[in-house]
């Protein structure tokens, strides 16, 4: 093909990329433009995950009317004239490329009246295509309306995460901004749900609790330092809390939320050896620096900034959250946040939801263990034990009768007929058996030869940052240039399993949902591998193995659920098969 210049369309629509890459980085771009407007009020709008609607609505300093027809061109901003005062920047704009490119990419409408004009006015861009400027009725401030967010560029919308991970995004991106600016009231309304608001009494604290939950907010320790040039206050969490990933530390640097890996580091290096390898510390840090020792143009999304002296900023950062760390006697962790032990059973069964493993489970299972406890064995009083595993959660002692469609087993315990699932109650065995392992050092089988596998770069950082999990849990994998792994061993459970199918069921569900618990992770992850190397429903199992597996059963702390909470069995109590055959109180 020979060279052409693009057509304008295509380039811009090019161009909206860089800028516009999901829905929350236009929520970013409006929030702020309201916030350079010096609003006071700030309300958002989200709807389908911000694919069908994103509206922002502020009373800051409006457009005039004159000048409307220019906000939606690239290039053009109020913010910036010469190219030298890009080092006094002291706006979050100044690249005149934000409504641009929303534009382009959107059907987007902006209403504003400014400061001092009667009336408002009205500019609609459909897909970069601008209509006349119309003279409108309208409140002081800006709303901007962009609806059906990439409707003429559908490659982009093939690369949108879910529509619930995409309202995660975005809520946690207002957050973050009205923790940075406490003094702003932000109103944030998705699918017609108000998930946040802030009052805009400039107490950081309060909105620390609108992020964290009052618990932890409570718990985080202030930071307040001065050095020089840089100006650093926010909040750390103390050694007794921490996380699985970098997520939730957040750090801004003049009012601007930038994602900075080294800087993190620097902020993680403070901590030194107070946590442990793997955990990292949430934060929210502010550093204000004199402009001129910042470049902020080195990123079109504004996402990255580079500093004049680097080594200055970075040891401010260090010394600014040892001297809050040290500042506070550290708590030993009272067993909530560390891994292992009961917290493990405690955030596996709250935080998923899942029905209380230690009360058996489903509860019509339940109900009918508690009548049947009376009936006893055959008729004969039962014993003291046998009721006490009854009405526990533990099964009882089971006789094997037998394999139903190669997928059920039947047996029959004191008090009725059992009929288990041989795939969920396997899957329980080997759960718990893993959960047992892993205090030591989980078994785990090399491979003859490394497997490599590739993954798209999101998954292939998702898959980065567990690798401390996945060693722990028995496999080794090692990074192989920027998406490729190499496999070299993986639990022993799983021996035989084609190492890439593994890995990459695994990263479904790091994908699935980011959940900062890693205990939570932790289990997700074992009863995968244990869902893979569990007995599969089809198969046929000699009398000696069902007899196995009953055994096994019997002494797990929860056979009655598999690890994902399903139920393992389902109990014919004597007495319910005496009703259903009319022998017994005919109902
Ligand atoms: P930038 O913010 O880099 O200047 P934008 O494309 O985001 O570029 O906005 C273009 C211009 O539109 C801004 O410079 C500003 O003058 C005006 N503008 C946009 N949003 C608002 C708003 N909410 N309130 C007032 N003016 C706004
Ligand atoms: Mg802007």
Known sequence: MPIQVLLPKVASQIAAGEVVERPASVVKELVENSLDAEASHIAIYVEGGGRRLIEVGDDGSG????????????????KLFSADELFQI?????????????????????????SGESTGARLVVEGGHADPVQRVGAAQGTLVRVQDLFFNVPARLKFLKKEATERRVIDELVTRYALAYPRVRFHLHQEGNLTLQSSGNGDRREVLAALYGVDIAR???????????????????????????????????????????????????AYHTLLMVGRFPLAVLFIDITPELVDVNVHPAKAEVRFRDRDRVFSAVQRAVRRALMAYTPVPPLGGWTAGGDAFQNSWVAKSGWPDESLGGDSIIGSQVATSAQAGWNGAPPLSATQKDITSSRVPLLRSIGQVASAYLVAE?????????????????????????????????????????????ASARLLEEQLPLLTALGFQVEPFGMNTFLVRAIPALIAGSDPAVALRSLVEDFEEDETPFQTEMEARVIARICKRAAIKAGQTLSG????????????????????????????????????????????
């Open 413 to 457: 315990g004191p008090d009725g007929l059992y009929l288990i699932d041989q795939h969920a109650a396997h899957e329980r065995i080997l759960f718990e058996r893993f959960r047992e392992q892993r205090k030591q050092a989980v078994a785990r089988q090399s491979l003859l030869e490394p497997a490599a596998i590739d993954l798209p770069p």
């Open 63 to 78: 457009i005039p009317a004159e000048e409307l027809h220019l906000a939606s061109v690239r290039h053009a901003t109020s």
């Open 544 to 587: 000696e193995e069902q007899r196995a597996l009953l055994v096994d059963l019997e002494n797990c702390q929860s056979p009655r659920t598999c690890p994902h909470g399903r139920p393992t069995m389902i109990h014919l109590s004597v007495d319910l098969l005496e009703r259903q055959f009319g022998r017994k109180g005919a109902r």
């Open 90 to 114: 002291r706006t979050l704009g100044f690249r005149g490329e934000a409504l641009a490119s929303i534009g382009s990419v959107s059907r987007l409408c902006i209403t504003s009246r400014a």
């Open 219 to 269: 718990q985080m320790l202030e930071v307040l330092a001065n050095y020089e040039a840089v100006n650093i206050t926010g909040f750390i969490s103390p050694t007794s809390m921490s996380r699985s990933n970098r997520r939730e530390i957040t750090i801004f640097v003049n009012g601007r939320w930038i994602q900075d890996p080294a800087l993190t580091s620097a902020l993680i290096q």
